[in-house]
């Protein structure tokens, strides 16, 4: 069967839109700690951290109903759908990663007072240690990011799939 383009477009369309409003919701959790200083500080952190832990789940659970979505409403078969999936992962990583990268050039140059730390910044630091401060240091967690988001498009693909065959069963 020919992928059907037009069909993955529209079935990614829904699942983007969700995907960015949880990536914009998360990003704002893990701020408000650092700029809203008059408010009990270690409950907002206890907040975004448990929202973040939560979150994967959410995004599982997401990518998973793209697939079942996919077959079910766009008739497209188990490949599609893990497209569909990884499309969709794709897009909104990449608005994450670059938010994520604003945000660090954000805080390393002083114009917002505080800590920002990233998944690609978290692994930078594992990986590289020192050399991962500053500017450098920013760069290395956008490589480090876009490591992140290969695997995870790879890894949606499949989750999308598993959708669909649950679907097709």
């Not at 450098?136 to 480090?144: H, M, Q, R």
Request: aromatic fraction near 12%; charged fraction near 5%.
């Amino acid at each position: 069967m020919a992928l059907n383009i037009k069909n993955i477009l529209r079935s990614s369309l829904l699942i983007i839109i969700i995907g960015l409003v949880l990536v914009i919701s998360s990003l704002i959790l893990r701020l408000l700690p650092v700029v809203l200083t008059t408010l009990d500080v270690n409950l907002l952190s206890t907040i975004s951290m448990t929202y973040s832990f939560i979150l994967f789940a959410i995004f599982f659970l997401l990518y998973f109903w793209a697939g079942i979505r996919a077959v079910k409403s766009y008739r497209l078969d188990t490949v599609g759908a893990g497209l569909v999936s990884a499309f969709s992962f794709f897009v909104t990583g990449i608005f994450h990663l670059l938010l994520e990268t604003v945000l660090g050039l954000l805080f390393a140059s002083h114009v917002i007072a505080g800590t920002f730390v990233s998944g690609g910044a978290t692994i930078a630091t594992a990986v590289f240690g020192d050399a991962a401060i500053g500017g450098v240091g920013i760069g290395l967690a956008s490589v480090c990011g876009l490591g992140i988001l290969a695997l995870g498009t790879l890894m949606n693909f499949a989750i999308g799939g598993f959708g669909a065959l649950f679907e097709q069963r």
